[in-house]
DNA sequence: CCTACCGATCGGTAGG
DNA sequence: CCTACCGATCGGTAGG
């Protein structure tokens, strides 16, 4: 990597008696510099607004016109970010599942290497599966529930392998249960049902009742395992709070 | 009740030889008979392949327009029948829901009197539950399920109380299920993510694929019972085939 | 990113 | 239920 060497022309600061007659930076090229980082900065709000308008209204019950409003554009401008309305619905699902995946992996490395517990496993997976769907800043998953099926199908392949890379997180602590006699049924249909249990919770969830996420979470593993959890179990750090 | 006497007029049977000259009924009033049945047949049948429109594209993605012409109608006769596209939605939802509470009542009665056997109980409900889902004519619950939030307050209220029925009935099997230790966790939660693991099924399950909604119903009592069902149990009638 | 605009389509209605 | 139509709104674009 190169890096600027000291004395070349954008390092210098002017005087700072020039800067009450001349207050700006030096003309170099900061117009570039800073139209990128809006441009970053202008994209990833329309991701965000468009992701609370599109789980708020749904895809089609939501305009365009609505997005530019809530981000602060006007009509035409979303499409200088995007070249179509399902173009930003398709970044507002990659955004979710991809922020998803990461946060498992990170969870899931978090636990000690004694592996030989799957049901705690299970329970760091069903927590941050729950966060990602209820947490904060929580819409883009959501979204992309109940709009997967309006993305034609040359825009979810590229989707695709996130959401399978997603699920496969699964797999290996529902074989072990499985094998350990602590969870019934196929793995497949399993993993399909815990799923669905847990996903089905962004109709009926409420932040402010009672019921906590890890409320959710004990239930969910009271309800699919044979046996209570080990209490000799690992303790999880709190690091999706 | 009033049985219709015999030998009154409505009996009267016009003679084989006289419908080869005057094919017609008698001409009391046949029109509105005939126009009565007609809009009740062209009601239902909108309602029915709006019920298939807003589940293959979603309620806000489907186009009055594009109900008429699936029904055979012009762009303006959908609103001859129902006051507004919102109104149509509702009379989906009802039918879809008010179907789901009678087969449910019905499926139930039909077990035998001996109570004894919860796991029954369920069974019966899971099953009927994935064939309102999956079966055929299946489109009216899942509009439900992903279209609900588009009613404003005043058109959900009818509905809820039908909603509220309905799940009221899982209450009596879940409730003994938990009393004999065959199911743990909160019966409110456990009714909540036992209903979401079958309703996300709408999401993924292929009538051509290998499972069938037996092998459904089988992997959800298997995953959310802590024993296997008694084999002494209860044979179903196959009534909802 | 804004301005000004396009053709298409929308839910709904009057009048028969 | 059809015909003819309304005002509103839609996704998207040219040109700057």
New binding site residues.
């Given amino acids: 990597m190169l890096k600027t060497p000291p004395g070349s022309p954008t390092d210098v600061e002017a005087p700072e008696s020039a800067l009450v007659l001349a207050p700006r930076r030096p003309r170099g090229r900061p117009r570039k510099t800073e139209q990128e980082r ?2 970053g ?3 990833l ?2 991701i965000r607004v468009a992701a609370r308008l599109f789980r708020q209204q749904g ?2 019950g ?7 409003q809530a ?18 619905l398709c970044a507002v699902i990659e955004e979710g599942v991809r922020n998803a995946v990461v946060r498992q992996t990170e969870g899931l490395q978090a636990l000690p290497v004694d592996d030989a517990n799957p049901a705690a496993r299970l329970r760091v997976l069903v927590r941050q599966h729950l966060d990602v769907l209820l947490g904060d800043d929580s819409d883009f998953v959501p979204v992309m529930l109940y709009e997967w099926q309006r993305l034609d199908p040359s825009q979810r392949a590229p989707i695709q392998h996130l959401k399978s890379a997603y699920e496969a997180l699964w797999m290996p602590a529902l074989l072990a249960l499985q094998a350990s006699g602590q969870l019934r049924a196929s793995v497949g249909l399993a993993r399909l049902m815990i799923l669905g249990a847990l996903n089905w919770s962004v109709q009926w969830y409420d932040p402010a009742g009672a019921a906590t996420l890890d409320d959710l979470t004990d239930a969910a593993l009271a309800l699919f395992l044979k046996e209570p959890e080990r209490s000799g179990s690992v303790k999880l750090e709190p690091n999706w709070a």
Same sequence: chains 1, 2.
């Fill in positions: 809006d441009d900065n202008r994209r709000a329309l895809y089609a939501t305009s365009t016109r609505d997005i530019a981000a602060g554009m006007h009509s035409g401008s979303p499409f200088y970010h995007f070249k179509s309305k399902s173009a930003l």
